[in-house]
């Protein structure tokens, strides 16, 4: 991406890396373990040999997870940062600094599978990523990309915990746009992402020339339960739909 749209994205996620390395540790946080990952990992099914790009991986929690699974696996993040962080943990893995919208350090047609978790929100350029993500895939190669729901922003939301929740919008749903929210939990960062409606998400899927065979609004299931750190958060998991997930086939 030109350099004038992911300048201020670098700098910003360089920031926060040693926040959100603590965020998501080696196992990922709250919602993933309890409501996305078992989801993306039935959408991205036996891994085992598979050459798999693991696009914008942060610190590189899920890149291992990934290789523990058998995956030949490459993770990358515009962020140097968050690259040096998970070199440092997962001094056995591939990682390479590369922006999602441009994977210049990617040959064409070089991936079985491609894992976007948490990532299309955070791009400036959707339309670019896609298409990158169409490049380095082979025929018939998948992409399983998870993101937070666009319908219901968590950080509109109020009454978890309770019998009712709101969420309260300044800004129409219909147009897509950048958005700086207030730093949350132990972040002292304001967050910088991008909001689109979810048909758009769908008719970029469309342009770059992916079919979707499968989709879900992840959501905690009765044999995690135990795994809820507290009623409150099990209770937020079982209502709110924090999440959603594609599985796309390049055709």
Not at 14 to 24: K, L, P
Not at 199 to 219: C, H, I, L, M, N
Request: charged share 25%; hydrophobic share 35%; proline share 6%.
């Amino acid at each position: 991406m030109p350099e004038s749209k992911s300048d201020d994205i670098r700098q910003f996620w360089d920031r926060v890396a040693e926040g959100w390395d603590q965020q998501v540790g080696l196992d990922g946080d709250t919602n993933r373990i309890l409501n996305s990952d078992p989801v993306l990992w039935a959408m991205a099914g036996d891994v085992q040999g598979l050459r798999v790009l693991d696009a914008g991986c942060g610190t590189g929690y899920l890149t291992a997870h990934l290789h523990a699974r058998g995956a030949i696996v490459t993770g990358i993040d515009l962020s140097e940062r968050m690259i040096g962080i998970a070199r440092a943990r997962h001094p056995q893995l591939e990682f390479r600094v590369d922006s999602v919208s441009q994977l210049q350090t990617v040959s064409d047609a070089d991936f079985d599978l491609i894992v976007a978790n948490y990532v299309l929100m955070d791009t400036p350029e959707l339309d670019g990523t896609l298409r990158a993500f169409t490049r380095v895939l082979r025929g018939g190669g998948k992409a399983v990309v998870v993101f937070s729901h666009p319908c219901f922003p968590q950080g509109r939301a109020g009454g978890a915990g309770g019998p009712t929740i709101t969420y309260t919008w300044d800004f129409p749903y219909f147009d897509e746009q950048r958005r700086v929210d207030p730093p949350w939990g132990h972040f002292t960062s304001e967050f910088i992402w991008f909001h689109r409606p979810l048909s758009a998400y769908w008719k970029a899927f469309q342009r770059a020339g992916f079919r979707v065979t499968e989709f879900d609004e992840p959501r905690v299931q009765p044999e995690r339960y135990h795994l809820a750190p507290s009623e409150k958060k099990l209770s937020a998991s079982r209502q709110r739909p924090y999440s959603v997930a594609f599985r796309l086939e390049r055709t």
